[in-house]
Protein backbone atom coordinates (compact mmCIF):
# COMPACT_ATOMS: atom_id res chain seq x y z
CA UNK A 1 0.00 0.00 0.00
CA UNK A 2 1.60 3.31 -0.98
CA UNK A 3 2.16 5.65 2.17
CA UNK A 4 0.76 9.08 2.66
CA UNK A 5 2.12 12.24 2.19
CA UNK A 6 2.04 13.30 5.59
CA UNK A 7 3.62 10.89 8.18
CA UNK A 8 0.35 10.34 9.91
CA UNK A 9 -0.16 6.41 9.43
CA UNK A 10 1.30 3.78 11.75
CA UNK A 11 2.02 0.04 10.97
CA UNK A 12 1.40 -3.10 13.60
CA UNK A 13 4.10 -4.85 14.84
CA UNK A 14 5.03 -7.59 12.39
CA UNK A 15 4.07 -11.09 14.06
CA UNK A 16 0.97 -9.57 15.97
CA UNK A 17 -1.61 -12.51 16.53
CA UNK A 18 -4.59 -10.06 16.01
CA UNK A 19 -2.96 -7.53 13.52
CA UNK A 20 -5.48 -4.64 12.59
CA UNK A 21 -6.90 -4.41 9.25
CA UNK A 22 -4.55 -2.08 6.88
CA UNK A 23 -5.90 1.87 7.03
CA UNK A 24 -7.83 2.67 4.72
CA UNK A 25 -6.40 4.77 1.81
CA UNK A 26 -9.71 6.90 1.98
CA UNK A 27 -9.06 7.50 5.65
CA UNK A 28 -8.51 11.54 4.78
CA UNK A 29 -11.13 12.02 2.14
CA UNK A 30 -13.53 14.21 3.79
CA UNK A 31 -10.24 16.87 5.09
CA UNK A 32 -8.83 16.42 1.37
CA UNK A 33 -11.69 17.50 -0.51
CA UNK A 34 -12.28 20.05 1.77
CA UNK A 35 -9.10 21.40 1.63
CA UNK A 36 -8.84 21.01 -2.30
CA UNK A 37 -12.35 22.87 -1.98
CA UNK A 38 -11.00 25.82 -0.39
CA UNK A 39 -7.81 25.80 -2.46
CA UNK A 40 -10.02 25.78 -5.78
CA UNK A 41 -11.95 28.80 -4.19
CA UNK A 42 -8.66 30.38 -3.74
CA UNK A 43 -6.63 29.66 -6.73
CA UNK A 44 -9.74 30.28 -9.03
CA UNK A 45 -10.00 33.38 -8.24
CA UNK A 46 -6.47 34.40 -9.56
CA UNK A 47 -7.71 33.03 -12.84
CA UNK A 48 -11.22 35.25 -12.54
CA UNK A 49 -8.39 38.07 -12.24
CA UNK A 50 -6.93 37.28 -15.35
CA UNK A 51 -10.00 37.16 -17.37
CA UNK A 52 -11.21 40.22 -16.44
CA UNK A 53 -8.78 42.51 -16.73
CA UNK A 54 -6.39 40.96 -19.20
CA UNK A 55 -8.05 42.18 -22.63
CA UNK A 56 -8.89 45.47 -20.89
CA UNK A 57 -4.95 45.77 -19.81
CA UNK A 58 -4.20 44.02 -23.10
CA UNK A 59 -6.24 46.99 -25.13
CA UNK A 60 -4.89 49.61 -22.99
CA UNK A 61 -0.94 48.52 -23.55
CA UNK A 62 -0.89 46.84 -27.08
CA UNK A 63 1.00 47.84 -30.09
CA UNK A 64 -2.21 46.97 -32.05
CA UNK A 65 -5.91 46.74 -31.08
CA UNK A 66 -5.74 43.29 -32.42
CA UNK A 67 -3.50 42.17 -30.15
CA UNK A 68 -6.02 43.15 -26.88
CA UNK A 69 -6.51 39.77 -26.02
CA UNK A 70 -3.17 38.48 -26.51
CA UNK A 71 -2.04 38.07 -22.87
CA UNK A 72 -5.10 35.66 -22.33
CA UNK A 73 -4.22 33.51 -25.23
CA UNK A 74 -0.36 33.45 -23.42
CA UNK A 75 -2.63 32.90 -20.69
CA UNK A 76 -3.92 29.26 -22.41
CA UNK A 77 -1.27 28.39 -23.93
CA UNK A 78 0.49 28.49 -20.75
CA UNK A 79 -2.33 25.90 -19.90
CA UNK A 80 -1.32 23.56 -22.42
CA UNK A 81 2.48 23.56 -22.15
CA UNK A 82 2.43 22.98 -18.29
CA UNK A 83 -0.07 20.00 -18.28
CA UNK A 84 2.02 17.20 -19.12
CA UNK A 85 5.15 18.38 -16.92
CA UNK A 86 2.33 18.88 -14.11
CA UNK A 87 1.36 15.51 -14.63
CA UNK A 88 5.01 14.21 -14.89
CA UNK A 89 5.54 15.60 -11.23
CA UNK A 90 2.27 14.11 -9.84
CA UNK A 91 3.42 10.86 -11.11
CA UNK A 92 6.81 11.00 -9.84
CA UNK A 93 6.63 13.07 -7.13
CA UNK A 94 2.89 13.25 -5.90
CA UNK A 95 0.33 15.30 -6.54
CA UNK A 96 1.17 17.62 -3.85
CA UNK A 97 4.66 18.04 -5.27
CA UNK A 98 3.02 19.28 -8.12
CA UNK A 99 0.48 21.95 -6.24
CA UNK A 100 3.29 23.64 -4.55
CA UNK A 101 4.67 24.20 -7.46
CA UNK A 102 1.59 25.34 -9.42
CA UNK A 103 1.26 27.86 -6.45
CA UNK A 104 4.25 29.12 -6.58
CA UNK A 105 3.37 30.14 -10.21
CA UNK A 106 0.51 31.58 -9.04
CA UNK A 107 2.26 34.10 -6.39
CA UNK A 108 4.61 34.79 -9.87
CA UNK A 109 2.00 35.93 -12.11
CA UNK A 110 0.64 38.28 -9.88
CA UNK A 111 3.84 39.87 -9.16
CA UNK A 112 5.05 39.96 -13.14
CA UNK A 113 1.51 41.47 -13.83
CA UNK A 114 2.00 43.87 -11.43
CA UNK A 115 5.32 45.11 -12.82
CA UNK A 116 4.47 44.92 -16.45
CA UNK A 117 1.71 47.28 -15.36
CA UNK A 118 3.83 49.87 -13.76
CA UNK A 119 6.15 49.73 -16.07
CA UNK A 120 4.02 50.15 -19.26
CA UNK A 121 5.56 46.80 -20.62
CA UNK A 122 2.67 44.85 -22.61
CA UNK A 123 5.63 42.26 -23.75
CA UNK A 124 6.23 41.83 -19.77
CA UNK A 125 2.49 40.98 -19.24
CA UNK A 126 2.37 38.39 -21.74
CA UNK A 127 5.34 36.94 -20.60
CA UNK A 128 3.36 36.95 -16.89
CA UNK A 129 0.86 34.92 -18.45
CA UNK A 130 2.54 31.89 -18.67
CA UNK A 131 3.51 30.69 -15.06
CA UNK A 132 -0.35 32.02 -14.53
CA UNK A 133 -1.33 29.25 -17.25
CA UNK A 134 0.77 26.90 -15.38
CA UNK A 135 -0.76 27.43 -12.40
CA UNK A 136 -4.20 27.12 -13.70
CA UNK A 137 -3.57 24.22 -15.39
CA UNK A 138 -2.14 22.60 -11.83
CA UNK A 139 -5.80 24.08 -10.42
CA UNK A 140 -8.05 22.00 -12.95
CA UNK A 141 -6.22 18.87 -11.76
CA UNK A 142 -7.30 19.29 -8.10
CA UNK A 143 -10.86 17.98 -9.64
CA UNK A 144 -8.78 14.31 -10.50
CA UNK A 145 -7.23 14.74 -7.16
CA UNK A 146 -10.58 14.53 -5.39
CA UNK A 147 -11.27 11.38 -7.55
CA UNK A 148 -8.02 10.11 -6.04
CA UNK A 149 -9.82 10.52 -2.55
CA UNK A 150 -12.49 8.50 -3.08
CA UNK A 151 -14.11 4.87 -3.66
CA UNK A 152 -15.39 4.45 -7.21
CA UNK A 153 -19.22 5.01 -6.26
CA UNK A 154 -18.07 8.36 -4.58
CA UNK A 155 -15.93 9.85 -7.21
CA UNK A 156 -18.30 11.90 -9.77
CA UNK A 157 -19.11 13.66 -6.32
CA UNK A 158 -16.09 14.33 -4.49
CA UNK A 159 -14.68 15.76 -8.09
CA UNK A 160 -18.05 17.79 -8.17
CA UNK A 161 -17.49 18.64 -4.56
CA UNK A 162 -14.54 20.55 -5.35
CA UNK A 163 -15.40 22.28 -8.07
CA UNK A 164 -18.30 23.35 -6.05
CA UNK A 165 -15.30 25.52 -4.59
CA UNK A 166 -15.50 27.69 -7.44
CA UNK A 167 -18.53 29.26 -6.67
CA UNK A 168 -16.14 31.58 -4.15
CA UNK A 169 -13.90 31.86 -6.80
CA UNK A 170 -17.00 33.48 -8.51
CA UNK A 171 -17.08 36.25 -5.76
CA UNK A 172 -13.87 36.55 -4.99
CA UNK A 173 -12.37 37.21 -8.06
CA UNK A 174 -14.40 39.97 -9.28
CA UNK A 175 -15.04 41.91 -5.62
CA UNK A 176 -10.70 41.76 -5.53
CA UNK A 177 -10.90 43.92 -9.05
CA UNK A 178 -13.36 45.65 -7.76
CA UNK A 179 -12.01 46.91 -4.91
CA UNK A 180 -8.42 46.76 -5.79
CA UNK A 181 -7.88 48.07 -9.22
CA UNK A 182 -7.79 51.75 -8.41
CA UNK A 183 -5.45 51.70 -4.87
CA UNK A 184 -2.27 52.37 -7.03
CA UNK A 185 -3.35 55.10 -9.08
CA UNK A 186 -2.61 55.74 -11.40
CA UNK A 187 -1.66 52.17 -12.74
CA UNK A 188 -4.59 50.36 -13.39
CA UNK A 189 -4.95 46.96 -11.69
CA UNK A 190 -1.56 46.62 -10.35
CA UNK A 191 -3.02 46.43 -7.01
CA UNK A 192 -5.03 43.97 -8.08
CA UNK A 193 -2.37 41.74 -9.38
CA UNK A 194 -0.37 42.40 -5.46
CA UNK A 195 -3.15 41.03 -4.34
CA UNK A 196 -3.29 38.21 -6.42
CA UNK A 197 -0.04 37.48 -5.33
CA UNK A 198 -1.23 36.60 -1.83
CA UNK A 199 -4.11 34.72 -2.30
CA UNK A 200 -2.23 32.27 -4.61
CA UNK A 201 0.43 32.38 -1.49
CA UNK A 202 -2.68 31.60 1.26
CA UNK A 203 -3.89 29.09 -1.29
CA UNK A 204 0.06 26.94 -0.77
CA UNK A 205 -0.63 27.25 2.97
CA UNK A 206 -3.95 25.29 2.57
CA UNK A 207 -2.31 22.81 0.05
CA UNK A 208 0.47 21.82 2.95
CA UNK A 209 -2.29 19.91 4.13
CA UNK A 210 -3.11 17.96 1.83
CA UNK A 211 -2.65 13.98 2.27
CA UNK A 212 -2.34 12.18 -0.67
CA UNK A 213 -0.72 8.34 -1.23
CA UNK A 214 2.68 8.89 -3.07
CA UNK A 215 2.79 7.28 -6.46
CA UNK A 216 3.20 3.78 -6.57
CA UNK A 217 5.73 1.57 -8.54
CA UNK A 218 3.09 0.85 -11.23
CA UNK A 219 2.09 4.62 -11.24
CA UNK A 220 5.58 5.77 -12.11
CA UNK A 221 6.09 2.66 -14.71
CA UNK A 222 2.47 4.06 -16.50
CA UNK A 223 0.80 1.08 -17.26
CA UNK A 224 -0.15 0.33 -21.01
CA UNK A 225 0.94 2.28 -24.01
CA UNK A 226 -0.82 6.11 -23.91
CA UNK A 227 -1.45 5.30 -28.00
CA UNK A 228 -3.31 2.33 -26.94
CA UNK A 229 -5.88 4.31 -24.41
CA UNK A 230 -6.05 7.55 -27.11
CA UNK A 231 -7.42 5.48 -29.40
CA UNK A 232 -10.39 3.95 -27.81
CA UNK A 233 -13.67 5.56 -29.07
CA UNK A 234 -15.14 6.45 -25.27
CA UNK A 235 -12.01 8.25 -24.64
CA UNK A 236 -12.11 10.04 -28.32
CA UNK A 237 -15.60 10.92 -27.23
CA UNK A 238 -14.77 12.81 -23.72
CA UNK A 239 -11.30 14.16 -24.57
CA UNK A 240 -13.27 16.16 -27.94
CA UNK A 241 -16.55 17.19 -25.44
CA UNK A 242 -14.32 18.61 -22.67
CA UNK A 243 -12.35 20.32 -24.87
CA UNK A 244 -15.36 21.88 -27.02
CA UNK A 245 -17.05 22.60 -23.84
CA UNK A 246 -14.40 24.36 -22.55
CA UNK A 247 -12.87 25.96 -26.02
CA UNK A 248 -16.22 27.70 -26.21
CA UNK A 249 -16.55 29.00 -22.63
CA UNK A 250 -12.91 30.04 -22.94
CA UNK A 251 -13.91 31.44 -26.49
CA UNK A 252 -17.15 33.19 -25.08
CA UNK A 253 -15.54 34.38 -22.36
CA UNK A 254 -12.70 35.90 -23.17
CA UNK A 255 -14.13 38.35 -25.51
CA UNK A 256 -17.15 39.43 -23.64
CA UNK A 257 -15.56 42.12 -21.32
CA UNK A 258 -13.81 43.89 -24.31
CA UNK A 259 -17.14 43.14 -25.72
CA UNK A 260 -18.93 44.90 -23.18
CA UNK A 261 -16.10 48.04 -22.82
CA UNK A 262 -16.37 48.38 -27.01
CA UNK A 263 -20.56 48.19 -26.62
CA UNK A 264 -20.14 51.41 -23.68
CA UNK A 265 -20.81 48.80 -20.98
CA UNK A 266 -18.73 49.46 -17.43
CA UNK A 267 -15.88 47.84 -16.51
CA UNK A 268 -18.01 47.52 -12.84
CA UNK A 269 -21.03 45.99 -15.21
CA UNK A 270 -18.30 43.48 -16.88
CA UNK A 271 -17.17 42.35 -13.37
CA UNK A 272 -20.63 41.96 -12.42
CA UNK A 273 -20.99 39.74 -15.44
CA UNK A 274 -18.27 37.48 -14.88
CA UNK A 275 -18.94 37.01 -11.48
CA UNK A 276 -22.11 35.69 -12.22
CA UNK A 277 -20.52 33.75 -14.90
CA UNK A 278 -18.08 31.85 -12.67
CA UNK A 279 -21.00 31.40 -10.27
CA UNK A 280 -22.69 29.54 -12.75
CA UNK A 281 -19.49 27.37 -13.87
CA UNK A 282 -19.28 25.99 -9.98
CA UNK A 283 -22.39 26.24 -8.35
CA UNK A 284 -23.48 23.51 -10.25
CA UNK A 285 -21.05 21.11 -8.95
CA UNK A 286 -23.17 21.34 -5.51
CA UNK A 287 -25.36 18.35 -7.58
CA UNK A 288 -23.45 17.27 -10.84
CA UNK A 289 -22.00 14.39 -9.16
CA UNK A 290 -25.54 13.15 -7.95
CA UNK A 291 -26.68 14.18 -11.75
CA UNK A 292 -23.66 11.93 -13.26
CA UNK A 293 -24.89 8.64 -10.87
CA UNK A 294 -28.24 9.25 -11.48
CA UNK A 295 -28.52 10.49 -15.32
CA UNK A 296 -25.25 9.01 -16.25
CA UNK A 297 -22.01 11.45 -18.13
CA UNK A 298 -23.32 11.68 -21.54
CA UNK A 299 -26.52 13.08 -20.60
CA UNK A 300 -25.04 15.15 -18.41
CA UNK A 301 -22.83 16.52 -21.59
CA UNK A 302 -25.71 16.61 -23.99
CA UNK A 303 -27.82 19.41 -21.81
CA UNK A 304 -24.15 21.31 -21.49
CA UNK A 305 -23.53 21.92 -25.20
CA UNK A 306 -27.62 22.40 -25.98
CA UNK A 307 -26.84 25.41 -22.60
CA UNK A 308 -23.46 26.67 -24.25
CA UNK A 309 -25.77 26.95 -27.69
CA UNK A 310 -28.60 28.79 -25.93
CA UNK A 311 -26.35 31.18 -24.87
CA UNK A 312 -24.52 32.36 -28.19
CA UNK A 313 -28.16 32.62 -29.39
CA UNK A 314 -28.95 35.05 -26.53
CA UNK A 315 -25.44 36.65 -27.06
CA UNK A 316 -27.21 37.19 -30.70
CA UNK A 317 -30.01 38.74 -29.32
CA UNK A 318 -28.90 41.91 -28.13
CA UNK A 319 -25.99 44.05 -26.70
CA UNK A 320 -27.68 45.34 -23.52
CA UNK A 321 -25.90 44.40 -20.18
CA UNK A 322 -29.03 41.75 -19.48
CA UNK A 323 -27.98 39.97 -22.61
CA UNK A 324 -24.73 39.87 -21.69
CA UNK A 325 -24.99 38.95 -18.24
CA UNK A 326 -27.79 36.14 -19.46
CA UNK A 327 -25.23 34.51 -22.11
CA UNK A 328 -22.89 34.58 -19.81
CA UNK A 329 -25.06 32.54 -17.10
CA UNK A 330 -25.85 29.85 -19.36
CA UNK A 331 -22.40 29.86 -20.94
CA UNK A 332 -21.13 28.99 -16.85
CA UNK A 333 -24.03 26.25 -16.47
CA UNK A 334 -22.82 24.74 -20.38
CA UNK A 335 -19.28 24.48 -19.05
CA UNK A 336 -19.88 22.92 -15.36
CA UNK A 337 -22.53 20.05 -17.25
CA UNK A 338 -19.85 19.97 -20.26
CA UNK A 339 -16.57 19.62 -18.77
CA UNK A 340 -17.56 17.60 -15.64
CA UNK A 341 -19.48 15.32 -17.29
CA UNK A 342 -16.60 14.67 -19.82
CA UNK A 343 -13.98 14.19 -17.27
CA UNK A 344 -16.43 11.67 -15.81
CA UNK A 345 -16.14 10.15 -18.97
CA UNK A 346 -12.30 9.94 -18.58
CA UNK A 347 -11.83 8.30 -15.26
CA UNK A 348 -13.98 5.56 -17.10
CA UNK A 349 -10.65 5.19 -19.62
CA UNK A 350 -7.34 4.14 -17.86
CA UNK A 351 -6.45 1.99 -14.93
CA UNK A 352 -5.51 3.63 -11.60
CA UNK A 353 -1.89 2.92 -12.09
CA UNK A 354 -2.62 5.33 -15.74
CA UNK A 355 -4.59 7.96 -14.38
CA UNK A 356 -1.86 10.77 -14.10
CA UNK A 357 -0.92 10.15 -17.32
CA UNK A 358 -4.48 9.68 -18.52
CA UNK A 359 -5.28 12.81 -16.88
CA UNK A 360 -2.76 15.35 -17.99
CA UNK A 361 -3.15 13.79 -21.68
CA UNK A 362 -6.88 14.59 -21.71
CA UNK A 363 -5.95 18.58 -20.28
CA UNK A 364 -3.36 19.01 -22.44
CA UNK A 365 -5.55 18.31 -25.60
CA UNK A 366 -8.26 20.14 -24.13
CA UNK A 367 -5.64 23.25 -23.11
CA UNK A 368 -4.10 23.06 -26.27
CA UNK A 369 -7.28 23.19 -28.85
CA UNK A 370 -8.40 25.81 -26.48
CA UNK A 371 -5.80 28.04 -26.82
CA UNK A 372 -6.71 27.95 -30.41
CA UNK A 373 -9.98 29.44 -29.80
CA UNK A 374 -8.60 31.88 -27.50
CA UNK A 375 -5.72 33.04 -30.21
CA UNK A 376 -9.20 33.46 -33.01
CA UNK A 377 -12.02 35.00 -30.17
CA UNK A 378 -9.79 38.14 -30.02
CA UNK A 379 -9.33 38.67 -33.55
CA UNK A 380 -12.51 37.92 -34.65
CA UNK A 381 -14.10 40.34 -32.30
CA UNK A 382 -11.54 43.29 -33.35
CA UNK A 383 -12.40 42.60 -37.04
CA UNK A 384 -15.95 41.45 -37.59
CA UNK A 385 -17.53 41.78 -33.81
CA UNK A 386 -19.61 40.20 -31.29
CA UNK A 387 -21.68 38.53 -33.50
CA UNK A 388 -19.24 36.62 -35.19
CA UNK A 389 -17.61 35.52 -31.86
CA UNK A 390 -21.49 33.74 -31.12
CA UNK A 391 -22.07 32.46 -34.60
CA UNK A 392 -18.52 30.83 -35.06
CA UNK A 393 -19.31 28.67 -31.93
CA UNK A 394 -21.96 26.71 -33.37
CA UNK A 395 -18.88 24.80 -35.71
CA UNK A 396 -17.59 22.98 -32.56
CA UNK A 397 -20.64 22.77 -30.73
CA UNK A 398 -21.81 20.55 -33.89
CA UNK A 399 -18.69 18.51 -33.74
CA UNK A 400 -18.99 17.38 -29.97
CA UNK A 401 -22.89 16.34 -30.54
CA UNK A 402 -22.34 14.37 -33.43
CA UNK A 403 -19.10 12.66 -31.64
CA UNK A 404 -21.27 12.30 -28.62
CA UNK A 405 -24.46 10.79 -30.55
CA UNK A 406 -22.08 8.19 -32.42
CA UNK A 407 -20.42 7.10 -29.37
CA UNK A 408 -24.20 6.54 -27.93
CA UNK A 409 -25.01 4.43 -30.90
CA UNK A 410 -21.29 2.57 -30.65
CA UNK A 411 -22.51 1.46 -27.24
CA UNK A 412 -25.99 0.91 -27.74
CA UNK A 413 -25.02 -1.56 -30.71
CA UNK A 414 -22.57 -3.46 -27.99
CA UNK A 415 -25.50 -4.04 -25.72
CA UNK A 416 -27.19 -5.51 -28.16
CA UNK A 417 -24.87 -7.73 -29.57
CA UNK A 418 -24.45 -8.93 -26.00
Known amino acids: MPHADASTTTSNPAGSASADPPANPYGHELGNVLRLSVAQALAGANAVVVYATGAVVGNTLAPSPALATLPISIFVVGMALCTLPAGAIARVHGRRAAFLAGTGCGVLVGLLSALAVVLGSFWLFCAAMVPGGAYAAVVLSFRFAAADCAPAERRARAMSAVMAGGVFAGVIGPQLVTYTMDLWAPFLFAATYVAQAAVAAVSALVLLGVRLPKPTA ?201
Open 218 to 418: AEVAGGRPIGAIAVQPRFVTAVVCGLVSYLLMNFIMTAAPLAMRLCGLSQEASNLGLQWHVIAMYAPSFVTGRLIARFGAPRLVMAGLVLIGASAAVGLSGVEVAHFWTSLVLLGLGWNFGFLGASALVLECHRPEERTRVQSLNDFIVFGTMALGSFASGGLLTAYGWDTVLWVSFVPLAVAVAALAYTASVRGAVREAA
